[in-house]
């Protein structure tokens, strides 16, 4: 009988370089590359409403998690567990610990209300092979580790008060108080071509969503680890590629 495959998820702060690992470690492990939101016909549509809606046609916060979730489910069903299924390992870019992190921590509802609705959302669909486990969750999380000031542009002007070095291991939460909010700068003006709606929210959000990464993290220390993203494409890879190749749910 084939053993059923890996489900590997990168997550990390916009701008973390997630989506290039992503690719390159499921090149190594040739596995299967997917994504949240999107990832099947119906979450590729409810990407473009979640990122692109119009201000005016904005989801409530609610709204907005049960249309991630519902990517989720869709996600779940249709390539997830099919692939996993028939031995192959999966490997996301995002998952359950996006919606934790920007529903949860970010819009503020609440954890336990979520983390249901993630059960919900990721639970094995009918006929699945009993190898899977009865909620389909990444087996490992890599945690992209990036300094805040170096991925995300609102951030620059915590730098005039000391933010620059600020990571996910090492906070400056008097620099956070301190930032200046008078002057936002406008969000259109990001060098990869412009924010979507989440991206350009306001900088209290960035920051509350880029600090909760880190509790998910110690939350989880069994499904979760930390990798530092700092340096080049190719030396984050490899970083990466170890940690994914040592942890213990990747054991045969
Ligand atoms: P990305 O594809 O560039 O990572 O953008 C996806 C955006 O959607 C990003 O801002 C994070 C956000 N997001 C949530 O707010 N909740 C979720 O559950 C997921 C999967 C993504």
Known sequence: MTARGRYIALEGFDGSGKSTQAEMLASHLDAVLTREPGGTPLGEALREVLLHAEPSEAPSARTEALLFCADRAQHIATVVAPALETGRDVVTDRSYGSTLAYQGYGR???????????????????????????????????????????????????????GEQMSLLETAPEAEQSADHSEEEPSDQRPDGGPDRLEGEELEFALRVWRSYRELCSAEPDRWVLVDATGSIDEVAARVIEAVSTHPAMAD
Do not use: F, K
Not at 108 to 128: F, T
């Open 108 to 162: 503020g509802l609440p954890l336990d209300e979520l983390r249901a609705l993630i059960d919900y959302a990721c639970r094995r669909p009918a006929g699945a092979s009993g190898d899977l486990p009865d909620v389909i969750l990444p087996d490992v999380v890599v945690l992209l580790d990036v300094p805040l000031a170096d991925s995300d542009r609102r951030v620059h002007r915590l730098d005039r008060v000391g």
